[in-house]
């Protein structure tokens, strides 16, 4: 086994700044101190030392990702969940941080924003069933339902 290439210190203090820069989950500390050479049992210390310390805290995580996701990236549920599912999140947590930390008045008003906004986009287009097509995979790509959508006017 190679020697990491920095002190337990170090590596605490570089993995502090890590996550007081934004929120991070468990995984994306993992994969930091596996490039940052630490073995296995120097991990497991660490992380718990961030989590005791609040630096980590995956539920916080899921919280800051699932609102950035709809409100920045306008994603849907669907492709939220797919996100945090790789980023090796809880299927708890997930089932519960995506309905709990966006209301589903704001989640409508995205989808709504973004059919406005595809619709106009789409405006050249001749043929009405053509253009309900394109609406709909490029809603689905985001990460929207079918049954989200299906019940509003896509004219």
């Given at each position: 086994?190679?020697?990491?290439?920095?002190?337990?210190?170090?590596?605490?203090?570089?993995?502090?700044?890590?996550?007081?820069?934004?929120?991070?989950c468990t995984q994306e500390v993992r994969?930091?101190?596996?490039?940052?050479?630490?073995?296995?049992?120097?991990?497991?210390?660490?992380?718990?030392?961030?989590?005791?310390?609040?630096?980590?805290?995956?539920?916080?995580?899921?919280?800051?990702?699932?609102?950035?996701?709809?409100?920045?990236?306008?994603?849907?549920?669907?492709?939220?969940?797919?996100?945090?599912?790789?980023?090796?999140?809880?299927?708890?947590?997930?089932?519960?941080?995506?309905?709990?930390?966006?209301?589903?008045?704001?989640?409508?008003?995205?989808?709504?924003?973004?059919?406005?906004?595809?619709?106009?986009?789409?405006?050249?287009?001749k043929n009405p069933?053509?253009?309900?097509?394109?609406?709909?995979?490029?809603?689905?790509?985001?990460?929207?339902?079918?049954?989200?959508?299906?019940?509003?006017?896509?004219?």
């Amino acid at each position: 086994m190679i020697p990491p290439a920095f002190s337990r210190e170090q590596i605490i203090f570089k993995l502090e700044a890590f996550c007081a820069y934004q929120e991070r989950c468990t995984q994306e500390v993992r994969t930091k101190l596996d490039r940052l050479g630490a073995d296995e049992s120097l991990s497991i210390e660490v992380i718990k030392f961030l989590k005791e310390n609040r630096f980590l805290d995956d539920k916080r995580f899921v919280e800051a990702y699932v609102q950035g996701k709809v409100r920045i990236k306008k994603w849907g549920r669907q492709k939220i969940k797919a996100g945090l599912f790789q980023k090796r999140i809880d299927a708890k947590l997930i089932q519960e941080g995506i309905y709990a930390f966006v209301s589903d008045e704001e989640y409508q008003l995205v989808l709504e924003s973004l059919i406005e906004r595809k619709n106009r986009e789409l405006s050249t287009e001749k043929n009405p069933q053509i253009k309900k097509q394109k609406l709909m995979r490029f809603l689905l790509s985001r990460g929207f339902q079918y049954d989200e959508f299906s019940s509003l006017n896509l004219d």
